[in-house]
């Protein structure tokens, strides 16, 4: 049959790159002009065979695939997928189940309600939490703060849903000012303007000050939402959940919390210490495709207010048929309708790991992180920039005498260029920096001495040309 050809030469395929992927370089050889030439041909008059296009694009597309799921990828913030999840999304995709409704795919539900259960037992949410499945964490912190919006406004006697922003009563938005991008654009979308949000001043590791929190609350009366963050995206520090929310609490303020990644600390006991509080926040966003090692895309969102988070989010039309058991119905957590059933690859990752082994990867990510900045440190002219309590470590060349900004953009671009382990640039506190994230189940201490033998080779080389 034309379909099992088709899954055949993909399973080949897939088996191949899964067999590669602790030894291929990170970063593909291959250029721009090459990949269009080889997948940018003209569209074919007439149909193909199954197999043969998906060998087809098997082929041209590998030379261009980054080893994102590999153990020496250490860019932004990116998981692997865990063996377990990879063959979950086989079946999701074999499945196709519209996981919008009940009547649509009612194991998605039970899917979702369960994994959902599982999740707030792991991460110390208060038992009753809603939970929505969406496609990354930028739509968690829309979702999140779209329930925030609601439940405000309902609480002044204004209807969002139905009389919009346009003439609601004035909501304020303080945030940290190390903010993600992401809650920014997801505010962006509900109504408030980037320049509008009051931006509360963070420490040195980037943590949002109580006292600066305390001022900005103090300075106005009226509904407000405080974003705080768990894991900043540079330096992985936490801001302290539990002052904030003696804070919100005592001013009935909304408090969002973006846990992208850091949230999973709170499955292991040596590291929940870092968000203590978090149970007290109404909502939260996080990712499953960065530390719980989901392919993408995968999101979660959490609030303490299930009346609110549905009231934001659940549509009604004569043709979208309920159930009368009243099940969870996905659509009503979630932005999207139609949705691809992406809590079988987050069950999937649940069962196989356990609360042990969810416990175990983000304990080994943080291990090989203070790893990678000991190795490194011993390096003479290379520092960490950050106090690496979680998975981040940032890298600086600062040869001495030297522009060590610019050292260290040549160091990463030399890095980049040997293609052992791939890492990304950023700027912290002014200085150019080298990111670290350690977040692939995979990785192992033998991975890490490769790379950090790579960056430090890198960053001999480029002192060494900035000197000449
Ligand atoms: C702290 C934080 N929040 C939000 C996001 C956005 O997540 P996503 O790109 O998965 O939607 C990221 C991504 O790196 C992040 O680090």
């Given at each position: 049959m034309a379909e099992e050809d088709a899954l055949a030469v993909a399973l080949a395929a897939a088996r191949r790159y899964i067999a590669s992927r602790g030894g291929r370089p990170v970063w593909p050889q291959t250029t721009l002009a090459h990949l269009r030439e080889t997948i940018g041909?003209?569209?074919?008059e007439n149909p193909v065979e199954p197999a043969q296009v998906v060998d087809a694009l098997a082929r041209a597309a590998e030379p261009g695939l980054v080893t994102t799921t590999g153990p020496r990828y250490f860019g932004f913030v990116t998981g692997g997928a865990l063996p377990a999840t990879i063959a979950a999304e086989w079946l999701t995709t074999s499945w196709d189940?519209?996981?919008?409704?009940y009547v649509m795919s009612p194991s998605a539900s039970v899917v979702e309600e369960t994994a959902g259960r599982w999740l707030i037992d792991l991460l110390g949410l208060r038992p009753g939490c809603s939970v929505g499945f969406v496609t990354g964490c930028h739509m968690a912190n829309f979702t999140g703060l779209a329930a925030g919006r609601h439940e405000l406004l309902r609480r002044t006697g204004w209807d969002v849903e139905a009389d919009g922003m346009q003439a609601a009563p004035r909501l304020r938005v303080i945030v940290g000012e190390e903010v993600h991008v992401s809650t920014v654009g997801s505010l962006r979308l509900l109504g408030?303007?980037?320049?509008?949000l009051v931006r509360v001043a963070v420490d040195a590791q980037g943590r949002m000050k109580p006292d600066g929190l305390a001022a900005a609350l103090g300075s106005a009366d009226g509904p407000t939402i405080v974003c705080a963050q768990a894991g900043n995206v540079n330096s992985g520090a936490f801001d302290p959940l539990d002052a904030i929310a003696d804070l919100t609490e005592a001013r009935g303020a909304w408090l969002h919390v973006d846990g992208a990644f850091g949230i999973w600390a709170a499955a292991s006991e040596h590291l929940r210490h870092h968000v203590?509080?978090?149970?007290?926040?109404d909502s939260c966003a996080t990712d499953a495709h960065k530390w719980l090692n989901v392919p993408y895309d995968s999101g979660l969102v959490f609030t303490r207010h299930p009346s609110a988070h549905r009231a934001a989010m659940s549509m009604s039309a004569a043709y979208l048929t309920r159930s009368p058991e009243e099940p969870r119905e996905p659509m009503d957590w979630t932005p999207e309708s139609s949705r691809r059933a992406r809590g079988f690859s987050v069950y999937a990752a649940l069962a196989s790991l356990g609360r042990r082994g969810v416990a175990d990867l983000v304990e080994r990510c943080c291990r090989l992180a203070r790893r990678f900045a000991d190795r490194l440190r011993a390096e003479p002219g290379i520092e960490i920039l950050n106090e690496v309590v979680l998975n981040q470590v940032l890298v600086r060349v600062a040869p001495p005498g030297g522009d060590a900004d610019a050292v260290t953009r040549e160091a990463l671009r030399l890095v980049q260029e040997e293609r052992i382990c791939w890492l990304g640039g950023s700027n912290w506190h002014g200085m150019e920096a080298m990111r670290i994230s350690v977040s692939n189940w995979s990785t192992t201490e033998e991975d890490v001495d490769r790379s950090a033998d790579s960056i430090v080779r890198a960053a001999r080389a480029a002192a060494c040309s900035a000197a000449l």
């Open positions: 041909r003209p569209l074919p189940q519209n996981a919008g409704l408030f303007g980037s320049r509008e203590r509080g978090l149970d007290r926040a």
